[in-house]
């Protein structure tokens, strides 16, 4: 199982990112995902979840309203829109593969002016 996330970097606040999380090694279709994220001497907190072949999504209260989570089975992808954003949403982003368990490495997403 391997996850790989991108599109993390440095945005306004008020901005938006699409981060993105690419799985190989499993049956992607089959697989719900979610998204995480951590900062600094914080617990890992869940931020988003999509399910398989429906993709029912369900979201943390700090993010509903303002991010979106997509899914691309074709590509093996999925997709966290990430719209105005906070300062508080600075951290680590990190993709999961509910089924098995397994963690990306992470992309870092800062929110400064």
């Known amino acids: 199982v391997h996850l790989v996330e991108s599109g993390g970097g440095l945005v306004q606040p008020g901005g938006s990112l699409r981060l993105s999380c690419v799985g190989s090694g499993f049956s992607f279709t089959t697989s719900a995902m979610s998204w995480h994220r951590q900062v600094p001497g914080k617990e890992r907190e869940w931020v988003a979840e999509i399910g398989s072949v429906i993709g029912v999504t369900n979201y943390a209260d700090s993010v509903k309203g303002r991010f979106t989570i997509t899914r691309d089975d074709g590509k093996n992808t999925v997709y966290p829109q990430m719209n105005s954003l906070k300062p508080e949403d600075t951290a680590v982003y990190y993709c999961?593969?509910?089924?098995?368990?397994?963690w990306g490495q992470g992309t870092q997403v800062t929110v400064s002016s």
């Open positions: 999961r593969n509910i089924v098995t368990g397994s």
